[in-house]
């Protein structure tokens, strides 16, 4: 187990640092078979962990940073250190509306509650609403707005959902009805 940045517990899945390493790797031109080594490395010194507490996300990360370091490929662990923070400060200036609430409060933007969602509303299992929520994060954060609605979140569900031949998942999803919740904490029978 890991402890993520917004305090959940999730299972360590090695292919997560791969596809990072893998992608930073393409992005400087190296051998992106390097990658499931690297990867292979860092699950190995976690299986290893005799700690009272889950090592962190953040332990990960200097984890796969060091050993790029270490390997000589610094321009890669750099581009990771600059994406880490790149998509972090797009997370933190990203705020979610909700057009059929009275007030139209914003909602801090959390792709765990887009997890969540996945996994309560649609059935999937968490690796594979992980997976999914971090595409449909990649997609909004793409499009560098400061607020999006919840309608377009939903949208951006269900198209995920049928590009990753999920329909099965989207039976509550028929004409007429409301669609995907996206909450701040956790779906709630209301709001689903």
């Known amino acids: 187990m890991i402890a993520k940045r917004e305090g959940q517990l999730e ?4 292919p997560k640092p791969r596809r990072c390493l893998a992608a930073a790797m393409k992005t400087c ?3 992106v078979r390097l990658a499931d080594a690297l990867a292979g490395a860092v699950a190995l010194h976690l299986r290893d962990w005799s700690a009272a507490s889950p090592p962190s996300s ?3 990360f200097r984890c796969l940073r060091t050993a790029l370091v270490e390997t000589g490929m610094e ?3 750099q581009h990771l250190v600059l994406h880490r923070r790149r998509r972090a400060n797009q997370r933190r200036r990203l ?3 909700d057009i059929n609430k009275s007030h139209y409060a914003l909602a801090p ?5 887009v997890a ?3 996994e309560g509303r649609h059935g999937l299992t968490h690796a594979v609403a992980r997976i999914l929520a971090g595409e449909i994060e990649r997609r909004v954060l793409a499009l560098e707005y400061s607020v999006v609605s919840k309608s377009l979140i939903r949208e951006l569900v269900r198209n995920e959902l049928l590009a990753w031949g999920l329909a ?3 039976a509550d999803l028929a004409p007429g009805a409301q669609g995907v919740a996206f909450v701040a904490d956790r779906p709630t029978p209301k709001e689903c």
């Open 116 to 118: 969540a969602t996945l």
């Open 95 to 97: 705020s979610v509306f």
């Open 109 to 113: 933007w959390r792709k765990a509650a």
């Open 11 to 14: 299972r360590f899945e090695p």
């Open 75 to 77: 321009d890669v662990a």
């Open 29 to 31: 031109n190296r051998d």
């Open 58 to 60: 953040d332990y990960i």
């Open 168 to 170: 099965d998942a989207m």
